[in-house]
């Protein structure tokens, strides 16, 4: 019968090589605790502190506006373009026929303007703009 050691190293062994090899591929290294015991900790790094500071991203609006297409149609090429059921892309076609436009997605700018893309590349009519949280 054989018994397994456990992963965490006591202080008094020797990692060696081992552990300077952890250090510089993992960026981690072992810390002693009060129990005498090693345990890997991750270290920290400028880039990880920059990227907390980065402001949040501006969002944009995708403005789908009304068109002369059959509702059936235009509800079709919206449920393939955007993660929408059919109901809810023929919804939205009603509301633009009353209101002229209506936001269908509120998004990154790289995501919009990839949907309105979409969109006009299929025929339909759609813009973007910022989206103001006010």
């Not at 006591?10 to 345990?39: H, I, P, W």
């Not at 402001?55 to 009304?66: A, I, K, Q």
């Not at 509120?106 to 009519?125: D, F, H, P, S, V």
Request: glycine share 6%; proline share 4%; aromatic share 6%.
């Amino acid at each position: 019968m054989t018994t397994r050691t456990p992963l965490l190293a006591y202080a008094d062994t020797d990692l060696g090589g081992e552990l300077l090899q952890m250090k510089s591929v993992l960026g981690r290294v072992f810390r002693r605790g009060k129990n005498r015991l090693q345990t890997l900790e991750k270290e920290t790094t400028a880039s990880a502190t920059k990227k907390q500071k980065d402001p949040p991203e501006e969002l944009w609006r995708v403005m789908f506006h009304n068109s002369e297409y059959m509702p059936e149609r235009v509800s079709g090429v919206l449920t393939k373009v955007f993660p929408i059921s059919r109901r809810a892309a023929f919804d939205i076609c009603v509301r633009a026929r009353s209101t002229g436009t209506v936001a269908v997605v509120i998004t990154n700018k790289k995501q919009a303007e990839k949907y309105c893309g979409a969109l006009l590349r299929r025929g339909l009519t759609a813009t973007i703009e910022p989206h103001d949280v006010m």
